[in-house]
């Protein structure tokens, strides 16, 4: 026989063992004792999970419901926005990015303009700066950058760039 079987029947004999070694009494105490911890563990592993998921699903799917049709709402008004005619942003002038520059504590080093395209030159900015700056041109000018050459100075995050931007739209 395998080792598992002799093992097994190793146990059952010594079940059987105790088991008999019991009074009528003791057997039915341990069997009524067996049932209420089988149940309760039953209990507690499969009905208990089971009923405390439910009642935390009725209560949360009312908020589920709402969320759904107010994200079924905002893409209705977004399809509906995205045939509206967008309103274009003002032109890039040297004027407007000299005072944007300054309102995020940066300073141009030189501007040039030539029609939808400007080139800049920072020197010694801080490059959290200059990427809020960015972000910022992006999304309120719709000025993409087109070329970029940033260099990482002594004082850590403090750069020196040029750039090259041009405003319209950013593909």
């Known amino acids: 026989m395998s080792k598992l079987k002799q093992t097994m029947q190793h146990y059952q ?12 009494q003791e057997r039915r105490l341990l069997g009524i004792g067996g049932a209420v911890l089988g149940l309760a563990l039953a ?7 089971a009923l405390d998921g439910r009642v935390k699903l009725q209560q949360e799917l009312p908020l589920l419901r709402q969320q759904a049709a107010e994200l079924q709402a905002l893409a209705l ?18 004027d407007a990015l000299v005072a944007s520059l ?21 020197n010694g900015v801080q490059f959290a ?8 041109q992006r999304a309120d000018s719709r000025v993409a950058v087109r070329e970029a050459s940033i260099s990482a100075q002594s004082p850590a995050g403090m750069v ?3 750039l090259t931007l041009r405003q319209g739209d950013s593909k």
């Open 160 to 162: 020196d760039a040029v």
């Open 43 to 49: 209990y507690s592993l499969l009905l208990a999970p």
């Open 77 to 94: 008004e977004a399809g509906q926005l995205k045939g509206q005619n967008q309103v274009a942003p003002a032109a890039m002038t040297r």
């Open 129 to 136: 700066n200059l990427m809020a700056w960015l972000a910022a």
């Open 13 to 24: 004999a010594a079940g059987a063992a105790f088991w008999q070694a019991r009074s009528e």
């Open 102 to 122: 300054a309102a995020s504590s940066l300073t141009a080093q030189s501007i040039s303009l030539t029609g939808d395209y400007a080139k800049l030159q920072l």
